[in-house]
């Protein structure tokens, strides 16, 4: 069983900086394809962005290209989402998720494509 835990959510105003981790508890990380999937109050998750095993090939949501920038740091089992920039809008629970194949962006920005999820982490964006 694979599991995820996120860290670094919190409280911040608009225009700050956050950036997410997501430790991942399998010796083989690199043997998965990461995504950052958010929630927000009474809202379907929807993708944010997405990670290939290397590193090499990233997908991203239109809404947050040029602000957030996923990465990975395979020697730390731990994929990063650094969220610059912030909106208000950009205000819900943040969860990574984990699969084992890497795919087009029609299937990673689909969250029942992916295998497993951690329990996510809050960020709030105040005006």
């Known amino acids: 069983q694979v599991r995820l835990v996120e860290s670094g959510g919190g409280l911040v105003q608009a225009g700050a900086s956050l950036r997410l981790s997501c430790a991942v508890s399998e010796r083989t990380f690199t043997d998965y394809a990461m995504g950052w999937f958010r929630q927000a109050p009474g809202k379907e998750r929807e993708f944010v962005a997405a990670?290939?095993?290397?590193?090499?090939?990233?997908y991203y949501e239109d809404s947050v290209k040029g602000r957030f920038t996923i990465s990975r740091g395979n020697a730390k089992n731990t994929v990063y989402l650094q969220m610059n920039s912030l909106k208000p809008e950009d205000t819900a629970v943040y969860y990574c998720?984990?699969?084992?194949?890497?795919?087009?962006?029609?299937?990673?920005?689909?969250?029942?494509?992916?295998?497993?999820w951690g329990p996510g982490t809050q960020v709030t964006v105040s005006s």
């Open positions: 998720a984990a699969v084992s194949s890497w795919s087009t962006i029609v299937d990673m920005n689909t969250k029942n494509y992916y295998d497993y």
């Open positions: 990670i290939s095993r290397s590193g090499g090939a990233t």
